[in-house]
């Protein structure tokens, strides 16, 4: 018997297809991984793309809406990782992606593990607010964890010696990124709160991919933020980046720089204070003097002090030098606290690891930051940096020489 033969128009066929790759299960909610290429930015603000491997291509499209929340600009040769659905574009009969998220390659894995990290967590009450401790009003030890050099420290510095110059400022280096990082920032932050170093503690480092920021979405580095009996400040990356840290943090500061004005007081409104209380309490003072005055004055003129015109001029003069008196006094309370201040602040500029190295003292270090301390850490060859005042030298060790032991 001869097979009947189906006739149907191209536009049929398309939308046949169309139909039956739609109501496909497994193409409504897909990933797909490959390279870009013939990567074309519409003016209408779609994005037209194919995606290769080694064997084949897809066409995808990813439509304004969508590609208005990118993180990063596609461009051919680029790995990435494309989520959608798979349907026919009839006008064309060709089947094709329709990327409703597009993320580079790699970092799609490592998101879902934040994710399930965040989501364990928060589970487990980490994030709640109930836990989050208060910063001090006026910290005396600002304690800070994050890579020895980069911008970020020397921001934190310049920020906390401008707003409040009383506090001192402990450094607690480590690395920040890469294998061991991770460990390093959790021993540090438990060396702190052992030794009861810092009244409030900054961890954090400045901007990054995912992977360079990864080492403050680990667990151990959560765990030991949420252990801390010092009350900690977050400060990973910019404005827009956000680690598990930040949610275990008591406060989650945007950048390095916010962290530290976010940790100290600044010292010009404290000065503004005192001047408004010395003016109020001057006010208080006359206010008080005139009430005197007029109960003076009211009593002068009854009949029985009118005998005694010497005794009220002495009262006069002495409520003066009262007045006089009490000035003076309120004058030098605000100088002697001027000067404690300004005591304070030059003791902590000699405290400071910066000022030795203003007197000509250096400091090396290895390539990952590490403090150079002993001839142990380091072979002939190796390369270190010597931090001086003014900038950093990069050098290698060309003799290493023991000390003889007196």
């Known amino acids: 018997m001869q097979q009947e033969i189906l006739t149907v128009s191209v536009s049929q066929l398309n939308h046949y297809m169309k139909r039956v790759i739609e109501h496909n299960g497994y193409l409504k909610k897909i990933c797909i991984q490959g390279e870009i290429s013939n990567f ?69 894995a490592l998101y879902q593990a934040f994710l399930r990290l965040k989501e364990k967590l928060e589970k487990e009450g980490l994030f709640d607010p109930e836990f989050k ?14 890579a020895a050099s980069g911008a970020a420290i020397r921001d934190m510095i310049h920020v906390l010696g401008r707003r409040y110059p009383l506090a001192a400022v402990k450094l607690f280096p480590v690395s920040v990124q890469g294998e061991g990082a991770a460990a390093e920032i959790a021993s540090a932050i438990d060396f702190l709160n052992k030794k009861a170093i810092g009244d409030v503690m900054i961890i954090g480092r400045g901007g990054g991919s995912i992977e360079d920021l990864w080492a403050f979405n680990e667990e151990i580095v959560a765990r030991a933020v949420f252990r801390s009996k010092i009350p900690v400040i977050s400060a990973v990356g910019h404005e827009t980046d956000f680690t598990i840290a930040d949610f275990v943090a008591d406060l989650r500061a945007p950048t390095p720089s916010a962290a530290a004005e976010l940790a100290v007081p600044d010292i010009a409104d404290i000065y503004q204070r005192l001047a408004g209380h010395k003016a109020d309490a001057l006010q208080h003072i006359r206010h008080k003097l005139l009430t005197l005055q007029k109960q003076l004055d009211a009593l002068a003129q009854a009949p029985g002090f009118h005998t005694f015109p010497g005794t009220l001029s002495e009262k006069r003069i002495t409520v003066d030098y009262l007045e006089k008196a009490a000035h003076r006094a309120l004058t030098v309370y605000q100088e002697k606290t001027k000067r404690r201040f300004q005591l304070a602040a030059g003791k902590l500029e000699a405290l400071s690891p910066l000022s030795n190295l203003a007197r000509g003292y250096a400091y090396p270090s290895l390539q990952n930051g590490t403090i150079l301390k002993s001839i142990r850490q380091i072979q002939e060859g190796d390369a270190l940096c010597l931090r001086i005042s003014d900038g950093e030298i990069n050098c290698s060790a060309r003799e290493i020489r023991p000390l003889a032991k007196p």
């Open 40 to 108: 074309k930015h519409h003016p209408s603000g779609h994005l037209y793309l194919t995606l290769k491997d080694e064997a084949s291509v897809l066409r995808a499209v990813m439509f304004r809406a969508e590609a208005a929340g990118l993180r990063f600009v596609p461009e051919d040769g680029m790995r990435v990782a494309a989520t959608g659905r798979i349907s026919v574009y009839e006008p064309g009969g060709v089947y094709q992606l329709y990327i409703d998220k597009l993320e580079p390659d790699g970092e799609g």
């Open 133 to 146: 401790k208060p910063l001090p009003a006026y910290p005396s030890v600002i304690s800070i964890v994050t």
